[in-house]
């Protein structure tokens, strides 16, 4: 998750959308007062690589804490932090109204059944996994969710200006880089994608049976983006 002060965006990261890639490409254009937040070792050295920022200014300050957040903080002993996949709820009570409303908003989501099978292959990067089958029927979809249609909005209502498709992954990152005023347009890298090596479609895996499951599950998101499968 990013939050630009620089160039006035916030972007919100949903779950095996190539979030990682955009997020690390964005830091290129951050200043020394935006706030990143940290992403796995392994990106991380990525992100150093390049040259690009990396986490600061995610721990919230004492000074933006209510009553109640410091009186946890005094039994819990753990400092409130803006994370990987905040959603916009917990990121607009933080922020305030006045930054929500002025800064520019924007996440990716992706064709379930596409996200599915990427989340599977990534989870389980060897042989033997688990069937499929039970893969969905756990309770892992229900943080993939979470981490997506939950991220972008509040009470079942979108409340960023634009939800980018990852299938127009590259015209959507010209678009973004065009309505904030980047002097260049942002490079992708390649993060988390040398693991899977069934490159078959999703088609050709799921199972009647399992793409009707996904389709009741992810319901909400394929009736607003109009996926098909």
């Not at 969710?145 to 980018?164: L, P, S, W």
């Amino acid at each position: 998750m990013i939050i630009s002060h620089k160039y006035k965006f916030i972007f919100l990261k949903t779950e095996k959308t190539a979030g990682t890639s955009m997020e690390i490409a964005l830091s290129r254009f951050c200043g020394e007062h935006d706030i990143i937040t940290p992403i796995t070792p392994e990106d991380e050295i990525m992100r150093r690589n390049l040259g690009y920022r990396g986490p600061q200014n995610y721990i919230i300050p004492f000074s933006d804490y209510s009553f109640g957040d410091y009186l946890l903080f005094l039994v819990k002993q753990k400092r409130k932090r803006f994370y990987n996949h905040i959603t916009a709820r917990e990121v607009k009570k933080i922020i305030g109204d006045q930054i929500w409303d002025s800064y520019y908003k924007f996440c990716f989501e992706r064709n379930p059944w596409d996200r599915v099978m990427s989340l599977y292959y990534w989870r389980y990067k060897k042989e033997p996994r688990p069937a499929l089958s039970h893969f969905i029927d756990s309770k892992r979809l229900g943080s993939l969710r979470k981490r997506g249609y939950a991220v972008y909005t509040i009470d079942d209502n979108i409340v960023v200006d634009r939800v980018c498709l990852f299938e127009n992954l590259a015209s959507e990152v010209e678009t973004i880089s065009s309505l904030l005023g980047f002097p260049e347009k942002p490079k992708l890298p390649r993060a988390k994608s040398s693991f899977r090596n069934d490159k078959r479609h999703y088609r050709e895996i799921l199972t009647n049976s399992e793409k009707k499951k996904l389709e009741k599950i992810f319901s909400k998101e394929i009736a607003l983006f109009g996926y098909e499968f």
